[in-house]
Nanobody, 128 residues
Framework: QGQLVESGGGLVQAGGSLRLSCAAS????????MGWFRQAPGKERAVVAA????????YYADSLKGRITISRDNAKNTLYLQMNTLTPQDTAVYYC?????????????????????WGRGTQVTVSS
C-alpha cells in the first residue's frame, strides 16, 4: 500500500516561491506515475502537473505553465513541485497522488480518478 506525505506548503507573499515535496513509502516509487493536484475552497480538485514513471514525460496545467516544475527523484522516493511567481489565485490545498503503472512507458495521467494513492495535502496560501 502506497503512502504519500506532502510537505513544503505555507504562507507566502504574491510573487514568492515554494517547493512542495511528496515522500512516498510502502510501495515501489519507480512504478508510480505521479501527479500534483490542488483544491481551492468551493472548487473541484484539479490537476496541476503530472509526471511519468521515469520522469521523462511531464504535463502542466495551462494556467500554471511556465511558473511550475514537477520532478521526481526515484532514488529518494520523492516527488517535487517547484512553484514560482505565486499569485493569490494559487491558494489551495495541494495533493500528490500516485498510480501504479506496470509497463515502463512515458505515460502521465490527468484524471484524479486514475490515481489510487493520495496524500493528505499541504496548504498553500498566497497573500496579496
Amino acid at each position: 500500500q502506497g503512502q504519500l506525505v506532502e510537505s513544503g506548503g505555507g504562507l507566502v507573499q504574491a510573487g514568492g516561491s515554494l517547493r512542495l515535496s511528496c515522500a512516498a513509502s510502502g510501495g515501489t516509487f519507480s512504478m508510480y506515475a505521479m501527479g500534483w493536484f490542488r483544491q481551492a475552497p468551493g472548487k473541484e480538485r484539479a490537476v496541476v502537473a503530472a509526471i511519468s514513471r521515469s520522469g521523462r514525460t511531464t504535463y502542466y496545467a495551462d494556467s500554471l505553465k511556465g511558473r511550475i516544475t514537477i520532478s521526481r527523484d526515484n532514488a529518494k522516493n520523492t516527488l517535487y513541485l517547484q512553484m514560482n511567481t505565486l499569485t493569490p489565485q494559487d491558494t489551495a490545498v495541494y495533493y500528490c497522488a500516485a498510480k501504479t503503472v506496470v509497463y515502463a512507458g512515458g505515460t502521465y495521467y490527468l484524471d484524479k480518478d486514475d490515481y489510487r494513492y493520495w496524500g493528505r495535502g499541504t496548504q498553500v496560501t498566497v497573500s496579496s
